[in-house]
């Protein structure tokens, strides 16, 4: 995964000379998570460093989500510490519906996401079907 997030990072510079901010997000608590990839030399010194940041949804609420604007993270709404309800979800669709008519992808995200996390009502499936196709 590391080297992933490596990978990535250096195309979109080299490509588009463009800064990225790598990180790793997790669902779930995960026993000390690596914030760095460190790659050595034969005699143990550091050849390079890559630094990322590590963040638990489960450690953000529904409202730090919101207040970073980035509307490609309102799928993960209902991952946060306070998402697991269903007005977050019926939030969360208006605000992309509302957004950009370019978000049926987010959309097409949330559609598999959302009822797995708890069974929504009918008003909400229906609102999620109508505005992911």
């Not at 990839?37 to 034969?42: A, D, E, G, N, Y």
């Not at 630094?51 to 799928?75: C, K, M, W």
Request: hydrophobic content about 40%; glycine content about 4%.
């Amino acid at each position: 995964m590391c080297q992933g997030l490596l990978e990535y990072n250096v195309r979109v510079l080299l490509e588009h000379h463009l800064p990225v901010w790598s990180c790793v997000m997790y669902i779930d608590k995960v026993p000390t998570p690596a914030t760095a990839l460190i790659s050595r030399r034969p005699d143990g010194q550091q050849a390079l460093r890559f630094d990322f940041q590590v963040i638990n949804l489960r450690e953000l609420s529904v409202d730090d989500l919101l207040a970073t604007g980035q509307v490609g993270l309102y799928p993960l709404l209902p991952l946060a510490r306070d998402g697991k309800r269903i007005e977050v979800v019926e939030r969360m669709i208006s605000e992309l519906v509302d957004h950009d008519n370019d978000n049926h992808d987010l959309l097409s995200v949330d559609h598999g996401l959302s009822p797995s996390l708890f069974y929504l009502t009918a008003s909400a499936c229906s609102l999620l079907a109508r505005n992911s196709s």
